[in-house]
């Protein structure tokens, strides 16, 4: 059962517009999100994070914006450019420090930036 | 810092046969977590070692298994290969655990033919 989705496979976006993939959980138990991007060849490297006691996380061109209520989350990324091109994992976890806690992982969507 | 270092980068094998991929965690960290990445499946999680001990195991069989040594490097192993079996497999490593920030190591990529 998954229980991290990301329902759009792909997203195309022109370069210097504002690229947005969204994420939704089914687990209400957890309380720590990631986004991590992939690109060919290569493992994923961790973008940005939130925790649940806060809606918003800021890093440079990337913002994830987190809705519990909705059990949804999505990461911003403002301007695009053509080197953002890649996979992009959102990851969620509950029972952190728990010898039990891992990482769930959406399939992922494809982001292309054209110029 | 070195990275996590996954060997081999690529491998091919034959149905029936078993093969192991190894994993070098950064210096430091004590938690190791292996994945599966199939096209169109996501990540999925195989398990996790931490000061050489599994601590939590995904929905594979028991042909997959794993292994960690005392110096935090881990193995991981799959006998009696099927054709599904091709992947990409990602090590990660993590100071306090599976459920906090991951680094990857830049995957095997086995075909099973």
């Known amino acids: 059962d998954q229980q991290v989705k990301q329902n759009s496979p792909s997203l195309s976006v022109q370069e210097g517009r504002i690229s947005i993939l969204n994420c939704d959980y089914t687990?209400?138990?957890?309380?720590?999100f990631l986004w991590y991007k992939k690109y060919p060849a290569e493992g994923p490297t961790f973008l940005i994070s939130i925790s649940s006691i806060k809606d918003k996380n800021e890093d440079g061109r990337f913002t994830v914006f987190l809705n519990k209520s909705a059990k949804h989350l999505s990461l911003h990324i403002v301007p695009s450019q053509p080197g953002d091109s890649a996979v992009y994992f959102c990851a969620a976890s509950g029972n952190r420090g728990s010898t039990l806690g891992r990482l769930y992982f959406g399939r992922g969507t494809q982001l292309t930036v054209w110029p | 810092k070195a990275g996590v270092t996954q060997t081999p980068r690529y491998l091919i094998k034959t149905r029936g046969q078993q093969v192991t991929l190894s994993c070098s965690p950064i210096s430091g960290h004590r938690s190791v977590s292996w994945y599966q990445q199939t096209p169109g499946q996501g990540l999925q999680f195989l398990f996790e070692?931490?000061?050489?001990?599994?601590?939590n195991k995904g929905n594979f069989p028991g042909r997959f298994s794993g292994r960690q040594f005392s110096n935090s490097r881990s193995e991981m192993n799959v006998s009696t290969l099927e054709l599904g079996d091709s992947a990409l497999y990602l090590c990660?490593?993590?100071?306090?655990?599976?459920?906090?920030?991951?680094?990857f190591g830049s995957g095997t990529q086995l075909s099973v033919l």
């Open positions: 990660a490593s993590s100071l306090a655990g599976a459920s906090e920030k991951l680094f």
């Open positions: 687990n209400s138990m957890f309380d720590y």
């Open positions: 070692y931490f000061s050489e001990t599994q601590r």
